[in-house]
């Protein structure tokens, strides 16, 4: 962890239920997550200090309180096609450029120096909230939250954008934002901007939504991603 950035004041196992929980909330919701996810993370939610523990339980209460196909339907709206809602953190950092294929490297090589080989055939991309969260949760927590921490205004971005949207996933970056410590100011200049500007736009052909599970459910549902305005700065974090 770097010298120079504040310790959580958190403790480790808190950390590891709040960014496990996220981690299985975030993902696309399926009958695993209904029938042996949700009672884990309502277990974990109830461990956890209520600033970590009820946003999560509002997240699971929604999930189980809706038809799974409208879930999916929803969480395909939600984060597949809507490039303020991205999952993807270099996203946000570089957007559709050159420099985003050297960020998902990055992310590779801190995997490895854990001894953590991501599972590549038909998985995320490295820089998947999700995964990152799974990693910092079960693998190393020290460089799983340094890598949050190097993301931290996407992330503030992330959780603006689902609150605009009083989207039923909100509450899970609710949680994951509140484990990190406050924005500095360098940091909050880099949300204002990222508001403002919106990630970078050179194009290479290189989809955020490049994954074959999210390519599948694109073409099944004919949606595409879509230019939405950036969230609204009201709520940040100070």
């Not at 969480?75 to 957007?95: I, K, M, P, Q, W």
């Not at 609710?174 to 050179?202: I, K, S, Y």
Request: one cysteine or more; a negative charge; charged letters at 25%.
């Amino acid at each position: 962890m770097s010298p120079r950035r504040p310790r959580s004041s958190w403790s480790d196992e808190q950390l590891t239920y709040a960014w496990q929980s996220a981690s299985l909330l975030l993902g696309y919701p399926d009958e695993q997550l209904l029938d042996r996810d949700l009672p884990v993370v309502r277990a974990a939610a109830a461990a956890l200090p209520a600033e970590l523990g009820a946003p999560l339980t509002r997240v699971a209460d929604g999930l189980a309180g809706q038809p799974l196909e409208v879930s999916q339907a929803d969480y395909v709206e939600t984060f597949d096609s809507r490039r303020r809602c991205n999952l993807f953190l270099t996203y946000f950092a570089h957007g559709d450029t050159r420099k985003r294929g050297v960020a998902l490297l990055r992310f590779k090589q801190t995997y490895l120096r854990s001894g953590y080989v991501l599972e590549e055939a038909g998985g995320e991309l490295p820089d998947h909230l999700c995964v990152v969260l799974e990693y910092a949760a079960t693998v190393d927590l020290d460089r799983g939250r340094d890598l949050l921490l190097d993301h931290r205004a996407g992330l503030e971005l992330l959780r603006m954008a689902l609150r605009d949207d009083d989207s039923i996933w909100a509450g899970a970056l609710e949680t994951v934002c509140a484990t990190l410590p406050p924005l500095r100011g360098d940091e909050r200049e880099a949300v204002v901007r990222l508001a403002a500007e919106g990630p970078p736009a050179e194009e290479v052909g290189m989809t955020p939504y490049g994954t074959p599970a999210f390519d599948a459910l694109l073409t099944a549902t004919g949606a595409g991603p879509t230019d939405l305005p950036m969230p609204s700065l009201k709520g940040a974090q100070g």
